[in-house]
């Protein structure tokens, strides 16, 4: 995720025309990133490697500025039933294993995951635990917005400026990210949600997999509303898009092997699901590898998905916990494909 890439995405005027005149609208309102980018710019090397060490390559998300014309106009390519773009014959969708290049953290373990535990840490120890805060000042700061329970930016920015502990202020500047950039959904504030997960990131839990459900979610309840907020990452899934298409929403012009996204062995099923279950910070989804090996060297073709556009639900819902367990617990036993075959046109071989 370089500067070189991020320019070569700025103003297609092609796209742009052509994105221009889709029909459904999608609102992308973003967070307002400068002071988090200023912050940044700020910081010695010293602290920066600090950061990266244990975050990964988030603040370059911070440099990648959101068309709003061309998520519009991919949005309409969504196909909720598959949990994938669909253009014209061809499935395309952002892969565990793309995500986990693009966002580049060593700590994680990718088949460590995030599901909502029913015993979990309150706000505000959770918040305590994050900032080195005391009971007094974070219970003073918290506020409801709608309904959720949230800590605004202000607050977070104030405290990493003055804060005097380096690791705390890296710790609040990532969350602060993953609640402005990664999971938007309260401009200016940062979700109680979001701190469930990143109470855990200490634990090496991948984020990947919760960014993918919340990305998927959010685009389902787009296209089944007409208009509605989206609330995934959409920075991320940009740089994503625009590693494959380097033109026009075209299918001749996409980049289907992204050089820098081929991953040596593909995460195809979890357990008894003949996809991979996502569980995220609100509900879960899943979506099916297999359709997008082409992605991956391979031929593409479609799998058995049965049950997968079913298996979409928000923690609100009724009997979710039961569901959440099972899949789980299906990270337990997951398989993966090895030794992809070279050229678009021959079958790959599995390897469990």
């Not at 025309?17 to 010695?44: G, P, Y």
């Not at 090496?204 to 997999?209: A, D, F, L, T």
Request: with cysteine; charged share 25%.
């Amino acid at each position: 995720m370089g500067n070189g890439f991020l320019d070569r995405v700025e103003d297609n005027a092609a796209v742009r025309a052509w994105a221009e005149m889709t029909q459904r609208a999608k609102s992308i309102a973003q967070n307002n990133l400068q002071e988090l980018k200023e912050i940044w710019d700020q910081w010695n090397n010293e602290v920066r490697q600090l950061f990266y060490s244990n975050y990964g390559d988030l603040p370059y998300l911070l440099d990648m500025k959101v068309d709003k014309h061309l998520f519009r106009a991919l949005a309409q390519f969504w196909n909720p039933a598959y949990s994938c773009f669909t253009f014209g014959k061809v499935d395309l969708v952002p892969t565990i294993e793309e995500y986990v290049a693009l966002l580049r953290c060593s700590r994680i373990q990718v088949d460590r995951i995030y599901s909502k535990a029913v015993n979990v840490p309150t706000f505000l120890r959770k918040l305590m635990n994050i900032t080195g805060m005391n009971e007094q000042w974070v219970t003073a700061r918290i506020k409801q917005k709608g309904d959720s329970r949230c800590i605004p930016w202000k607050t977070l920015k104030d405290l990493i400026l003055a804060h005097p502990d380096t690791r705390n202020k890296v710790d609040v500047f990532a969350l602060s990210i993953y609640g402005l950039v990664v999971f938007p959904k309260t401009l200016g504030h940062v979700d109680e949600a979001v701190t469930d997960l990143f109470d855990r990131l200490d634990k090496r839990i991948s984020p990947v997999p919760i960014i993918l459900a919340e990305t998927f979610r959010s685009l389902n309840a787009c296209l089944k509303a007409g208009e509605c907020r989206f609330i995934g990452c959409a920075q991320l899934l940009l740089v994503w898009f625009h590693s494959h298409f380097w033109k026009n929403l075209q299918e001749e012009d996409i980049e289907w092997r992204a050089p820098c996204l081929l991953p040596d062995e593909v995460l195809y099923r979890c357990g008894d699901f003949d996809w991979v279950p996502l569980l995220g910070i609100w509900g879960a989804i899943g979506y099916a590898p297999l359709l997008v090996l082409r992605q991956y060297r391979s031929r593409q073709f479609v799998p058995a998905t049965h049950g997968l556009a079913e298996c979409e639900f928000s923690y609100k819902d009724d009997g979710y916990k039961k569901k959440v367990r099972e899949m789980a617990n299906a990270w337990n036993q997951t398989h993966r494909m090895k030794k992809l075959a070279v050229g678009p046109m021959k079958i790959p071989e599995y390897s469990e």
